[in-house]
């Protein structure tokens, strides 16, 4: 790592086992540096104001203010820190509610260390991904009534792009990283990072997790 900073990050969950078990486990990357941990949302900003984490592995059940609030709180801040959220899934409006809020990456409790860490490297790099586990999940959890307005929202969306942009928005669904996207498209990863930056910006969605969820609800 020399000449290179660790990935700075801060865990909040309000279960101190989880907690001292998932900083063990970070700790155990190279790439990463626990900077801090908290057991409630409310404690989260003074915490970020502390530490400058890069990535906060966010629990969404807490006694105080939730892992939703705490997320949207931390989003519309100055160059906020990216989140990771990290939970049972026990309530599908919690997952919605934090994707709407902006988290960058959202993954199962038992995802294997190794995907935990590579959630958050990629998400510190600016690449936001959902587990596909969790986007079959989410799906299928989707009220049958709502999924033909679901379909044309999408199809509304996904009609401003360009030819080239829905292939790139595609893939994205399909939960691919910039450098398979790259692979498989002939491009650049930077290239690749700009379709995906104008992608956000033509259909108003905040980040790639919501664009995933777009992409699966029309198959392109």
Do not use: C
């Not at 993954?107 to 995907?115: M, R």
């Amino acid at each position: 790592m020399a000449g290179v900073s660790a990935i700075r990050v801060l865990v909040v969950d309000d279960d101190p086992l989880v907690r001292a078990g998932l900083t063990l486990m970070l700790r155990g990357a190279d790439e990463l540096v626990v900077v801090g941990g908290v057991a409630d949302g409310a404690d989260v900003a003074a915490a970020v104001d502390a530490h400058a984490p890069d990535v906060v592995l966010m629990d969404i059940r807490m006694p105080g203010l939730n892992g939703i609030d705490a997320t949207r709180l931390l989003r519309r801040r100055p160059d906020p820190p990216q989140v990771v959220i990290l939970t049972t899934f026990d309530a599908d409006e919690h997952v919605f509610g934090a994707l709407r809020a902006g988290a960058g990456g959202f993954l199962l409790k038992d995802t294997p260390p190794e995907g935990i860490v590579d959630a958050v490297l990629r998400v510190a790099a600016g690449e936001p991904i959902l587990s596909p586990d969790v986007t079959r999940r989410l799906i299928a959890h989707l009220a049958p009534e709502t999924e033909d307005r679901r379909r044309d929202d999408a199809r509304r969306l996904l009609s401003r792009l360009s030819d080239r942009e829905r292939e790139v928005a595609a893939a994205v669904g399909r939960g691919r990283s910039n450098a398979d996207i790259a692979a498989e498209l002939h491009m650049s990863v930077g290239t690749v990072k700009s379709y995906v930056s104008r992608i956000l910006a033509k259909t108003g969605l905040d980040n790639r997790v919501q664009l995933a969820l777009i992409a699966h609800d029309d198959p392109l």
